[in-house]
């Protein structure tokens, strides 16, 4: 069933809910469900294309019957860092664990591909404190920033809160597109440190060397 198909006043048992990877012909139903929340800024807004491309990410919620109940998605910006994305339920089946068993399912990805750190900007933390997540600098989080932020027409009205599960990144891999190699862009909180400079290809300003390879 379309996400457009559904009014508040139909009940949809959601407490049996399963969880399994998207497939593509999921992507009709998280597309209308994704944006249906992206007007007010609830959840980013995706199109048809993106969620195609990416479909992969993304898990859903489907009732015993087989209904579609709402999705969410992990992104991985590598082993230092994955981010939770475009979770959501439809509004008939909140409130009976869909959403939980959701976050549950991306939080277990996330940890069977080694990733400790996953991230997220919404505004409902409470929701995610009950699932370890914490509040966060978001400037420990340049790569997300550096995905979504700088494009968004909230960067300097933003009222999300940037949380994380496990340790803090250590590293990061993006950088602002103008740049040509955004992977040699010295990030400002601390030091955080690029993944070649950690292996030893690239020494950091200021440490009396330059860029050396070995
Ligand atoms: C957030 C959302 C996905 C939760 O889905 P859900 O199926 O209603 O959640 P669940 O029923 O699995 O709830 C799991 C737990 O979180 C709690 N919870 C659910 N929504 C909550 C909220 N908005 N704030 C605080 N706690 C919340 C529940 O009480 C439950 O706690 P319990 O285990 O102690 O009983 C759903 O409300 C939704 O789609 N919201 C709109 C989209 C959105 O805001 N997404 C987040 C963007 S970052």
Do not use: W
Request: net charge neutral.
């Amino acid at each position: 069933m379309a996400a457009s198909e559904s009014t508040a006043s139909t009940r949809v048992r959601a407490g049996g809910a399963t969880v399994r990877q998207a497939k593509l012909q999921d992507a009709v139903n998280i597309f209308e469900l994704v944006n249906s929340l992206s007007g007010d800024g609830t959840l980013l807004r995706r199109s048809y294309a993106d969620i195609c491309e990416n479909v992969r990410d993304f898990s859903v919620a489907e009732s015993e019957s087989g209904i579609f109940l709402g999705c969410g998605a992990l992104h991985l910006y590598g082993p230092h860092l994955a981010e939770v994305r475009s979770i959501v339920v439809k509004p008939e089946a909140k409130g009976q664990g869909a959403g939980g068993r959701l976050l549950r399912a991306l939080i277990d990805e996330a940890e069977n591909q080694g990733v400790l750190s996953v991230c997220m900007f919404t505004r409902i933390p409470d929701f995610f404190f009950h699932f370890g997540f914490r509040v966060a600098d978001r400037t420990t989080l340049p790569d997300k920033i550096y995905k979504d932020c700088q494009a968004c027409p909230r960067l300097y009205a933003c009222d999300e809160v940037a949380m994380v599960r496990g340790p803090l990144p250590r590293i990061a891999v993006l950088g602002p597109t103008r740049i040509a190699q955004p992977e040699l862009v010295k990030l400002q909180v601390g030091h955080i440190a690029h993944p070649m400079e950690e292996s030893g290809l690239i020494v950091p300003e200021g440490s009396g060397s330059s860029v050396t390879k070995r």
